[in-house]
């Protein structure tokens, strides 16, 4: 069984790890949105990553992610830590799993919330 420390790194790890990995996504999301020319600059998803990249190169796709990842980190990992904890001790005081699971999950998200 993971201790709570090991959850709360993983999750901080894995949250981290699909900001990075999401982070390109999430800018040609946000400029297709924004787009304000008529007609649109960037009309697939395709075309929008190839003209940012060749009109701001990697910076234009990736700018921002350090900022992103430092508060994903502690908020991943304050995530998993409650969940994991409130989880545990809920099933050792003799709740049913389920109501555990809800309940952890429920007691999880004002806590994380303040990272953001």
Known sequence: MLTIFK???AGGIGGTSGDLLMHSLDTVKTRQQGDPHMPPK???MSS??????????????YGG???ASMG???????FFGTYEY????LIDAGVNVHVA????GT??????????
């Not at 007691?107 to 953001?116: D, L, M, R, S």
């Open 7 to 9: 959850s709360m790194l």
């Open 42 to 44: 960037y009309h697939s």
């Open 48 to 61: 929008t990553y190839s003209t940012i990249f060749r009109q701001e190169g990697f910076r234009g796709l």
């Open 65 to 67: 992610v350090l900022p």
């Open 72 to 78: 994903s980190f502690p908020g991943t990992l304050i």
């Open 86 to 89: 409130s989880k545990r001790h």
């Open 101 to 104: 699971y809800l309940t952890g």
């Open 107 to 116: 007691i999880v998200c004002p806590h994380q919330t303040g990272v953001y």
